[in-house]
T-cell receptor, first 116, second 116 residues
Framework: GAGVSQSPSNKVTEKGKDVELRCDPI?????LYWYRQSLGQGLEFLIY????????KSGLPSDRFSAERTGGSVSTLTIQRTQQEDSAVYLC??????????????FGPGTRLTVL | AQSVTQLGSHVSVSEGALVLLRCNYS??????LFWYVQYPNQGLQLLLK????ATLVKGINGFEAEFKKSETSFHLTKPSAHMSDAAEYFC?????WGTGFQKLVFGTGTRLLVSP
């Protein structure tokens, strides 16, 4: 079956503009995660969704970052007033419900964001 | 807070040689542990995971890892390196309790270089 897909694969934007990154999880997966991969910070957790709700937003770096999930499926990560330090690869992952931390997270190919 | 430490940002081996990538965790209780591989411009792919069953875990592509509680380690090994193993490898940890959804905390990664 289809894996996790993300769009766009690459996004170049100017400082101060807003961007939206999209994630399509594996069908039936109730958990959805966003991570950020950057040279200076490595792989860091941003937010996760259980269904359409986000119990843990602890990793969002500032209030310029927000995310939503609709219909228990597609998720959008929005970055407002982008800054150069937002440049990174944004990875989305999904996993089946339940089972706690033992469940494998399936990752998408990522969106490479470059802020000029 | 949980964390993982990967010793060596780069490891170089010759084709056919033993691969050893080191990972040590810090946690008050034995956590769940994962090894992921990332090929250039791709997302993360799970190699193997430890979820409190057998301490010696076998994964894909001939990789295995052994959970050693006394050493708080989960080192990744492969008896004979192949050119196709060249990639970046990430060790990750998640909480072992509950049935909810658990974020992954990643190490800084180790880039494996394989020479002919």
């Amino acid at each position: 079956g289809a894996g996790v897909s993300q769009s766009p694969s690459n996004k170049v934007t100017e400082k101060g503009k807003d961007v939206e990154l999209r994630c399509d999880p594996i069908s039936g997966h109730t958990a959805l995660y966003w991570y950020r991969q950057s040279l200076g910070q490595g792989l860091e957790f941003l937010i996760y969704f259980q269904g359409n709700s986000a119990p843990d937003k602890s990793g969002l770096p500032s209030d310029r970052f927000s995310a939503e999930r609709t219909g228990g499926s597609v998720s959008t990560l929005t970055i407002q007033r982008t800054q150069q330090e937002d440049s990174a690869v944004y990875l989305c992952a999904s996993s089946p419900g339940g089972g706690g931390g033992r469940n494998e997270q399936f990752f998408g190919p990522g969106t490479r964001l470059t802020v000029l | 807070a949980q964390s993982v430490t990967q010793l060596g940002s780069h490891v170089s081996v010759s084709e056919g040689a033993l691969v050893l990538l080191r990972c040590n965790y810090s946690s008050s209780v034995p956590p769940y542990l994962f090894w992921y591989v990332q090929y250039p411009n791709q997302g993360l792919q799970l190699l193997l995971k430890y979820t409190s069953a057998a301490t010696l875990v076998k994964g894909i592509n001939g990789f295995e890892a052994e959970f050693k509680k006394s050493e708080t380690s989960f080192h990744l090994t492969k008896p004979s390196a192949h050119m196709s193993d060249a990639a970046e490898y990430f060790c990750a940890v998640s909480d072992p309790w509950g049935t909810g959804f658990q974020k992954l905390v990643f190490g800084t990664g180790t880039r494996l270089l394989v020479s002919p």
